[in-house]
């Protein structure tokens, strides 16, 4: 994970608003099935922890795997903070059973992963490479011989670099392929795998590796080209929805993980929750809302104009193929106040002294954790919500005993948790929270500079030492609950 421009900067450069006549209002608290103070979690819910491929496993040039654009973009020095790459990373290709058992002494109930697309195709279509699933087939049997569930995410921004020659994701031909792709994997994994994710954040990799250019393909496209863009990756969405659904074994469960906007009140009035209400939608009318409701709104379309995208009501169809649960990744808060002109909400500028994580992207805001749900699950009636991806860089430094006392990733654990169970306190639907990240990894463009991991990860000798924030979270687990 990793946004280094902010989500909302995109939505602000287009001017998106609503009308506060178009949503329902704000009702009356719902004070929910549990008594005021109960730190408690409901039985069964999940907690997990996530990683990508192309951040953990290294091996990049074993078992036949193809060069995705991350291998190509990385590998220009010039592009990441520290000219580093994840040739290597954390080795988890080859020491992936390290890391289960770390999981396990942990706790975890449940694992997200990623896989590499073009282990299975080298080319990204076309034939299958022989070796393509083994390293997966190794790992989950070891993930579920301990008791660990896998949530498996199908892509997270690693594109099979033979893919770029058509265009990438500038082409259709790109969402044909991927729903290839999740039928394969449909077919070789739901034997083992009973969730699984068709893409991680897409406005991020949209809006890094296609507007501003610095994440792969690292292009600088037009407004228009990339409102397409996003459109076309969303189409792949829908076809990957339906591929795992007609290839999967019966049981399966298929849904996203998007990095929707948190629109959070700046003072919790109905006057100010309404506004943030209405801002939810309109916000994140680019990708979560255009999937749940089936249209991009008047707003998002009107904002762009002739940059608008060019689609068919078919292509919408597919689009808001329904989904079995959606994933969100919370790390930031966005504050709105009400207004009394159109479009009846302001985004809040936060200060120069607003208070953030190591990363400088990240800003604290533990309410998103309990507006973004809430919000969702009020303007589309979702049932199931999993929190994918939730987590913050620190400055770990070991002491000279070799301990990480990352305090102020507790901190931001402890915050976030305490406003998510707020939220299914009064019933919204969360059903499991997958802490970002298992253990330090490639950063993307921030090489290894940034560490988001509850494990320290020594690069020169790979060791792992598990931080105060791991020990942190192995109690949350045990007790289902906070202290």
């Known amino acids: 994970m990793r946004v280094r421009i902010n989500r909302r900067d995109f939505g602000r450069l287009l001017g998106l608003s609503a009308s506060a006549a178009t949503l329902p209002a704000a009702g009356a608290p719902n004070p929910g099935n549990k008594m005021a103070g109960d730190r408690k979690f409901p039985a069964g819910f999940l907690w997990g922890t996530a990683t990508s491929a192309y951040q953990i496993e290294g091996a990049t040039g074993e078992d036949g795997r193809g060069l995705s654009i991350w291998d190509t973009f990385s590998r220009v020095k010039t592009n990441t903070y520290t000219g580093n790459n994840g040739d290597v990373a954390d080795d988890h290709f080859h020491r992936y059973r390290e890391d289960i058992a770390l999981m396990h002494g942990l706790g975890i109930k449940a694992y997200q992963f990623s896989v590499s697309w073009s282990r299975i195709f080298p080319e990204g279509k076309g034939a299958v490479n022989p070796c393509g699933w083994d390293f997966y087939d190794r790992m989950l049997d070891a993930l579920l011989a301990v008791g660990i569930e896998p949530f498996c995410t199908l892509y997270h921004w690693d594109l099979p670099q033979a893919l770029m020659s058509g265009g990438g994701w500038q082409s259709l031909d790109t969402a044909k ?3 290839d792709y999740s039928a394969n994997a ?3 994994l739901s034997d083992r795998v ?8 897409v406005s991020t990799f949209v809006d890094d590796g296609y507007l501003y250019g610095s994440d792969a393909p690292g292009l600088k496209l037009s407004n228009a080209q990339v409102a397409q863009v996003a459109h076309n990756v969303l189409v792949g969405h829908g076809l990957a929805v339906r591929a795992v ?3 999967a074994r019966a049981g399966t469960k298929v849904g996203i993980a998007d990095n929707a906007v948190s629109t959070c009140p700046v003072i919790e009035t109905r006057e100010h929750i309404d506004a ?6 309109e916000e994140n009318a680019r990708v979560l809302t255009v999937i749940q409701e089936g249209r991009y709104t008047d707003h998002y379309l009107k904002a762009l104009g002739a940059d608008a995208p060019k689609f068919t009501a078919e ?8 989904l079995d649960f959606t994933g969100l990744n919370i790390y930031e808060p966005t504050w709105v106040r009400a207004s009394s002109t159109a479009p009846g909400y302001e985004v809040v500028d936060m200060p120069k002294s607003y208070p953030r994580m190591a990363a400088g992207w990240l800003e604290f805001g533990p309410d998103g954790m309990y507006w973004s749900p809430k919000f969702a699950h009020e303007l589309w009636k979702l049932k199931d919500i999993y929190i994918t991806e939730n987590g913050a860089a620190s400055w770990d ?9 990352d305090t102020d990733r507790i901190l931001f654990l402890r915050s976030y948790l305490t406003q998510l169970l707020r939220g299914i306190n009064e019933c919204v639907p969360v059903k499991g929270y997958f802490l970002w990240t298992l253990m330090d990894n490639y950063e993307w463009t921030d090489g290894y500079a940034m560490r988001f991991g509850i494990t320290y990860v020594d690069y020169k000798t ?8 791991g020990e942190f979270y192995k109690e949350v687990i045990a007790r289902n609950g906070l202290a």
């Open 177 to 179: 392929a991927f729903s």
């Open 186 to 188: 449909a077919k070789h």
């Open 194 to 201: 009973k969730n699984f994710i068709t893409i991680s954040e």
């Open 245 to 247: 659904r007609a290839n």
């Open 276 to 281: 943030a209400r209405i801002a939810y939608r």
């Open 315 to 322: 292509e919408l169809q597919v689009i808001s193929t329904p």
């Open 397 to 405: 430094v070991p002491t000279s005993t070799g301990e990480v006392l």
């Open 462 to 469: 790979q060791k792992r030492t598990v931080k105060l924030s």
